[in-house]
């Protein structure tokens, strides 16, 4: 099994908007968690006064395989020794308070990213950015800054990348793509409607498209072929747009890169060369 953790994250972000019969099993399971990973399907159902034929829906509207892959997150969770909890700040608190609590959730915040990254799908975006003719990132307010790292990044290796913001630019931009281009979507909520809308254009065009969200289903999701996902946690008070979310996605680009790097490692190693180079001489 490729994943062997994320279960409880999963479940927790994806709880409340569960149908009913759905809902009473994930939420036994985070009430229970050593226990549901001993039970059957018929069994949890039974406890969770269900069915085993809900439990198998659960499985699928949380995106898995399986019942089977649900109890193996699951477990990979409780062989933690501590669960880090996201933690806010108080009024005039004390900066080492602040340090602390700011570091510890950012943390948290990427183990849960990773946690819940699927390696198949992260394999297919690298395939789809290592042919395409070119790249274009999208994001909206505090997403953008991710999509101009990546811009930034993979210019440097020789990818005809762009990022925007304003989405009629981009509109413009994906007007002229086609098979063979790529668009990578990147929100929060995965409910931007103008990344949602650019998207679809995308889509109409037949470019391959990609979003990078957090867990579940949304309207990025509908017109992505590739999906990433970012920490699903729940935002505290000060844990805003501009905190947690920028941290998940600008680690997901960095696994992007870092993987497509390692595919095109020898052309990665001589592009990245030139450009020390060239940006050396503008020092000299």
Do not use: W
Not at 21 to 48: C, D, M
């Amino acid at each position: 099994m490729a994943h062997t953790k994320g279960g409880l994250v999963i479940l927790k972000e994806m709880v409340n908007r569960l149908p009913p019969s759905e809902r009473k099993i994930a939420e036994y399971i985070l009430n229970n968690p050593e226990e549901s990973i001993l039970l059957t399907a018929l069994s949890l159902g039974e406890k969770s006064q269900t069915s085993s034929a809900a439990v198998i829906r659960l499985c699928k509207s949380l995106g898995l395989s399986g019942f089977q892959e649900l109890k193996i997150r699951v477990a990979g969770d409780l062989q933690e020794e501590s669960r880090n909890e996201y933690r806010d700040i108080e009024p005039n608190e004390p900066y080492r308070n602040i340090i602390n609590k700011v570091t510890s959730n950012t943390i948290q915040t990427l183990k849960e990213t990773i946690d819940i990254m699927s390696e198949q799908q992260l394999e297919e975006a690298v395939s789809a950015l290592s042919n395409a003719k070119s790249i274009i990132f999208i994001g909206v307010g505090a997403s953008y800054i991710a999509a101009s790292d990546a811009e930034q990044k993979f210019t440097r290796i020789n990818k005809h990348a762009f990022s925007f913001s304003d989405a009629h630019m981009a509109a413009t931009s994906i007007a002229n793509k086609g098979p063979g281009d790529v668009v990578v979507g990147i929100s929060f909520s995965g409910n931007t409607k103008e990344t949602s809308k650019l998207l679809e254009i995308a889509k109409q065009k037949e470019v391959t498209t990609i979003s990078i969200t957090k867990y579940g289903n949304s309207q990025l999701s509908q017109y992505s072929d590739i999906q990433l996902h970012t920490s699903a946690a729940k935002e505290a008070t000060f844990r805003s747009g501009a905190t947690s979310s920028r941290i998940a996605q600008l680690h997901v680009i960095d696994v992007l890169f870092m993987s497509l790097a390692s595919v095109e490692y020898d052309e990665t190693i001589q592009y990245l060369d030139e450009t020390r180079k060239a940006i050396s001489l503008l020092n000299d």
